[in-house]
C-alpha cells in the first residue's frame, strides 16, 4: 500500500539551530514528492518540489531537501531557523503517473522554535 | 502567490442544517481538490475535479456533494450538517504537471 509517513509528530528546536524534518514514502511508482508549510489558521504553501535530476533541490525561506530514493526519503533541512518557522510542515508524494495529481500527505509535524 | 479563495474563514452551524462552501481560483487551472484535515492528522481528499462538469470522489468517503460548473468554481455542499463534519476544510487547485495551491481553508464546526 502506498503511504507517507513522517516519524515526527513534534520537534522543538532552538532559533538559530539547524533543523531536520523526516519524511520517508512507500510508493510502487516514481514519485514526484514535495514539502508544503501551515502557519496557523492558514493553507498550506509550497516551500519546494522534487520531480527529477538533481537530488537536492532548493525551496523558499532558505529551506532544502534531499532525496534519496535508496533509503525512500525524502528530508527537510534548514541549516538555522528563524522564529518565524514555527509551523506545521507537512511532505506530499504522487505517482509521476498520476494524471490526476491526487496528493497522498503525512501527518505532519509541528515545529516549535524556542528563543 | 496563489489566488485562490475560500469562503467562509469560520462557519458555526446547528445540526441538520444545508451548507455550502465556496472556492474559487482566478489561475484558470483545471484541476480542483477538496481535503479534510483534522488536528494532528494528515490531509484527506475528498473531492476532485479534472474540469468543468467532471468530478470524483476521493479516497476519504465524505457526505458531502461538489460541482464544478464554471473552471474557476468548486463549491463544496453538506445537505445535512451533522457533528461529525466539524473539520477544516481545505480547497486546491494545479494545472497539469504543476503544484498545487491551497486556499487558506474554512473551519466548520457543526453543533
Known amino acids: 500500500a502506498q503511504s507517507v509517513t513522517q516519524p515526527d509528530i513534534h520537534i522543538t528546536v532552538s532559533e538559530g539551530a539547524s533543523l531536520e524534518l523526516r519524511c520517508n514514502y512507500s510508493y510502487g511508482a516514481t514519485p514526484y514528492l514535495f514539502w508544503y508549510v501551515q502557519s496557523p489558521g492558514q493553507g498550506l504553501q509550497l516551500l519546494l518540489k522534487y520531480f527529477s535530476g538533481d537530488t537536492l533541490v532548493q525551496g523558499i525561506k532558505g529551506f532544502e531537501a534531499e532525496f534519496k530514493r535508496s533509503q525512500s526519503s525524502f528530508n527537510l533541512r534548514k541549516p538555522s531557523v528563524h522564529w518565524s518557522d514555527a509551523a506545521e510542515y507537512f511532505c506530499a508524494v504522487v505517482a509521476a503517473t498520476d494524471s490526476w495529481g491526487k496528493l497522498q500527505f503525512g501527518a505532519g509535524t509541528q515545529v516549535v522554535v524556542t528563543p | 502567490e496563489a489566488d485562490i479563495y475560500q469562503t467562509p474563514r469560520y462557519l458555526v452551524i446547528g445540526t441538520g442544517k444545508k451548507i455550502t462552501l465556496e472556492c474559487s481560483q482566478t489561475?484558470?487551472?483545471?484541476?480542483m481538490y477538496w481535503y479534510q484535515q483534522d488536528p494532528g492528522m494528515e490531509l484527506h481528499l475528498i473531492h476532485y475535479?479534472?474540469?468543468?462538469?467532471?468530478?470524483e470522489k476521493g479516497d476519504l468517503s465524505s457526505e458531502s456533494t461538489v460541482s464544478r460548473i464554471r473552471t474557476e468554481h468548486f463549491p463544496l455542499t453538506l445537505e445535512s450538517a451533522r457533528p461529525s463534519h466539524t473539520s477544516q476544510y481545505l480547497c486546491?487547485?494545479?494545472?497539469?504537471?504543476?503544484?498545487?495551491?491551497f486556499g487558506n481553508g474554512t473551519r466548520l464546526t457543526v453543533t
Open positions: 486546491a487547485s494545479r494545472m497539469s504537471g504543476g503544484p498545487l495551491h
Open positions: 489561475m484558470g487551472h483545471d484541476k
Open positions: 475535479s479534472y474540469g468543468v462538469n467532471s468530478t
